[in-house]
């Protein structure tokens, strides 16, 4: 315990803070984090930007005037804290960790006179900025947070009305199918490989037929499933359509004996808990 | 009802909130439990009751059907309101869309299909929606663990589309060739 | 309004009617359609406000939103409704927040820009949960290489969130304010 508490003491020496135009006295000692309890404590935050600036707040610092130095050397406790516990160190920290090293290598090295407007030339500029940044941003996401919003603080009415006359159906078009299937393929990023073309699609629709009159009928004769007069390339679809279905284990196709008619019937159901 | 004016108001008020934010009936027994202490069945009759009286005369009405209670506009109105909908019609949404198209261009598909392609959950409802719409229809199952139901597209939706079959349908086209469909329509 | 008063009373029940009965809100210009012959806008728009003092202290509340008008509940009866709900609305982490947050204010946005004020990595599913929802859309794509889409807010938000424009949206606290020192704020 008084390890890891003189690890991630705060070790501030000057009193740069003051709260409300007090200086600051009592340093609040609540940065030290059990180990146990890292796992949580990581968990809250929402990344390396997050917990800067809780580090940053919880030792009262003035974020446009970092001590650079201490803040680096806390941050890498931590993160050595993490790798410690063998947690799984998000390559987001590390980063961060570099940048915060950098900047206090260079902070360290001996500096040609700088002119106070030359803020160019601050490498903690950038980590400002960003600071600031990404505090607005939090703070606004807080707000939104807890604008009223429907479905929470209040909902939308509607009553009912007959469907027959007053809400009209949802129309779609072939145009809206083939958008719809654009949308999935671009999100899928299915390449040309999954491509389903005119043909597949029409085995797909004589496989869906054919499902449906197995339904109907427990067993089907193969060739009642060729009507008459069907051209060639739509009984060879529908062939194609059968052993698509037997090779997904859908249908399965059976003969008492040699030469006696082929059946097609729905797959037995599998043997369940039933009964 | 032995309660003050103020409460009685109160109490309607609340359930008439209640009722104007379901379209769907809600029961008495559901009612009650918004009240804390708990109103009994009795007293919550008898404020609906009340509350139906103080609607009598507006063009939504509080009515009992068999799940409970709900108001409804009233079938006077019920015309001109549609007069206001056609300009814009209804939309499906974007996650009802994609799943009726790949169940016209993947069929017969289970849910677990429907899913893996989509990447993302399907909800009972939504396919429900399908399904009451006459769309789509269950046309067997899959026999492996579960015995999932296989979907694939109705008759009514072709006639709703006007093609006299799914070959008709937009044919796909490789991602990336223009976006318009050249053969078809 | 130069009308007699039982025109005005028919006409504002029928405007009852029709935002009662709609689950989005209604633009103005859709309600005048209703009225044979069409009111003026400016007719239609005073009759709402009228209405909207006639329910000026009941549960519920006519509100005007991006959308158009609408009912709702007001919040302090909503918890109680929510109490016979078996559905609970869902909870956004901070990080889906934040990202809405992003993109509210600094539309349009990549997910890169996202990224870079975060400072972590922006998932896809999040991205989805949001668009999923309605709340935010491409709304087009950047110019670089690899034409990242650039995500912008919906109507649909400002309509979940009470608002009829993105500049009522909570101002920005000014760079540097409050931070620090948050319990000076």
Known sequence: ?275 | MNFPQEEITAAKQLLEAALLSSPEPVPVAQLRRMFDPELDAETVRRLLEVLQEDWQDRSVELVQVAGGWRFQTRPEVQEKIARMMPEKPPRYSRAIMETLAIIAYRQPVTRGDIEDIRGVGVSTPLLRTLETRGWIEVVGYREVPGRPALYGTTAMLLDDLNLRSLQELPPLEPLGEGVGFPEAS
Not at chain 1, 184 to 191: D, E, G, W
Not at chain 1, 229 to 258: C, H, M, R
């Open chain 1, 1 to 275: 315990m008084n390890d890891a508490a003189d690890l991630l003491e705060i070790p501030l020496a000057e009193p740069i803070a003051r709260v409300n135009g007090e200086p600051f006295v009592g340093m609040p000692q609540d940065l030290y984090i059990p180990p146990e309890a890292l796992e949580v404590f990581l968990d809250s935050f929402e990344g390396p930007l997050d917990l800067l600036l809780y580090l940053i707040r919880k030792n009262s610092l003035d974020i446009l005037d970092i001590p650079m130095a201490e803040l680096t050397r806390q941050y890498m406790e931590y993160v050595e804290v993490m790798r410690h516990r063998r947690l799984e160190l998000a390559a987001e920290y590390l980063v961060m960790a570099a940048v915060l090293i950098e900047i206090k290598s260079r902070m360290l090295l001996p500096r040609p006179v700088m002119t106070p407007a030359d803020e160019e030339a601050d490498p903690r500029a950038e980590l400002m900025r960003r600071l600031l940044e990404y505090e607005q941003i939090k703070q606004a996401a807080q707000r939104l947070e807890e604008l009223p919003r429907n479905g929470r603080e209040f909902a939308v009415l509607q009553v009912w009305m007959d469907e027959t006359v007053g809400q009209r159906l949802p129309q779609v078009s072939t145009q809206d199918l083939l958008e719809a299937w654009k949308q999935v393929l671009a999100r899928a990023r299915i390449n040309q490989h999954h491509r389903v073309t005119r043909e597949q699609l029409s085995v797909r629709e004589h496989m869906t037929r054919i499902l449906r009159r197995l339904r109907e009928k427990n067993f089907v004769e193969f060739h009642e499933l060729f009507e008459t007069g069907v051209t060639i390339p739509v009984a060879v679809v529908n062939f194609i359509a059968i052993l698509e279905l037997v090779k997904e284990s859908l249908i399965q196709v059976s003969q008492t004996e040699a030469c006696a008619p082929l059946y097609l019937s729905l797959v037995e159901p599998v043997a369940e808990l039933t009964s």
